[in-house]
C-alpha cells in the first residue's frame, strides 16, 4: 500500500538557520504530494503542495520539489524564525477510493532564539 | 468566513459512554474526513464520506459511527466498543471528486477517557 516516511525528530535549530525535513514516499500511480503544519492544540494547515513531477511547491519561504526519481519531496527553509516551531506533516493523497491523506509520523520543529 | 468548525474542543468521557464530536463546513466542499491522531503519530482515517447519506470505514473504524444527513454535517460517535478512544480527532473536507486536490482541517477535539 501508500506509505510516507519521514525524517525522525525532534529538529532542534537557532534562528536562521536552513532546515531539510526528508520525506519519501511510496505509491501506486503518481500522487499529489502536500506539506502540513500543525501548531500546539490546533488542526492542520496545509503548507504547500505538488501535483506533478518536478512541481515545486512554496508558501512563507518554505520549499519542496516533487522528485519522482527518488520519491521524495523534501522540506526547505533558508532562514528559520522562531514563529516556525511546530510540527511538520508529509502527506499524500491516494488518487482512487477514499482519496484520504496517507501522513507521515511527523516531525517536531524548535527553533532558538 | 468560511472554514471547519468542530465542537467542543475539548471532551471527556466516562467508561461505558457515548459522546458524539460536531464537524460543520461552510465550504460547500463534497467530501469530509474524519481522521484520529495519536501522540507522535501521524494521523489515521477513521470514516469518510463523498456525499450526502453515503459514507465508508476508513482504516480504524471499530467503535465509532457517523452519519451526513446534510452537506455540511459529519457528526462523529464515539462508542463504547472503541476501547482506547483517548486521542485527538480531527475533521477535514475536500472540493471536488479530484484526489489532487488537498483537504482542509478543523481545529480538532481532544477526547479524554476518564
Known amino acids: 500500500g501508500n506509505s510516507v516516511t519521514q525524517m525522525e525528530g525532534p529538529v532542534t535549530l537557532s534562528e536562521e538557520a536552513f532546515l531539510t525535513i526528508n520525506c519519501t514516499y511510496t505509491?501506486?500511480?503518481?500522487?499529489?504530494l502536500f506539506w502540513y503544519v500543525q501548531y500546539p492544540g490546533e488542526g492542520l494547515q496545509l503548507l504547500l503542495k505538488?501535483?506533478?513531477?518536478?512541481d515545486k511547491g512554496s508558501n512563507k519561504g518554505f520549499e519542496a520539489t516533487y522528485r519522482k526519481e527518488t520519491t521524495s519531496f523534501h522540506l526547505e527553509k533558508g532562514s528559520v524564525q522562531v514563529s516556525d516551531s511546530a510540527v511538520y506533516f508529509c502527506?499524500?493523497?491516494?488518487?482512487?477510493?477514499?482519496?484520504?491523506?496517507?501522513f507521515g509520523q511527523g516531525t517536531r520543529l524548535t527553533i532558538n532564539p | 468566513d468560511g472554514g471547519i468548525t468542530q465542537s467542543p474542543k475539548y471532551l471527556f468521557r466516562k467508561e461505558g459512554q457515548n459522546v458524539t464530536l460536531s464537524c460543520e463546513q461552510n465550504?460547500?466542499?463534497?467530501?469530509m474526513y474524519w481522521y484520529r491522531q495519536d501522540p507522535g503519530q501521524g494521523l489515521r482515517l477513521i470514516y469518510y464520506?463523498?456525499?450526502?447519506?453515503?459514507?465508508q470505514k476508513g482504516d480504524i473504524a471499530e467503535g465509532y459511527s457517523v452519519s451526513r444527513e446534510k452537506k455540511e454535517s459529519f457528526p462523529l460517535t464515539v462508542t463504547s466498543a472503541q476501547k482506547n478512544p483517548t486521542a485527538f480527532y480531527l475533521c477535514?473536507?475536500?472540493?471536488?471528486?479530484?484526489?489532487?486536490?488537498?483537504?482542509?482541517f478543523g481545529p480538532g477535539t481532544r477526547l479524554t477517557v476518564l
Open positions: 477535514a473536507s475536500k472540493p471536488g471528486t479530484s484526489g489532487y486536490n488537498e483537504q482542509f
Open positions: 502527506a499524500l493523497s491516494e488518487l482512487q477510493g477514499a482519496q484520504k491523506l496517507v
Open positions: 465550504l460547500n466542499h463534497d467530501a
Open positions: 505538488a501535483t506533478k513531477a518536478d
Open positions: 505509491a501506486t500511480g503518481y500522487p499529489s
Open positions: 464520506s463523498q456525499i450526502v447519506n453515503d459514507f
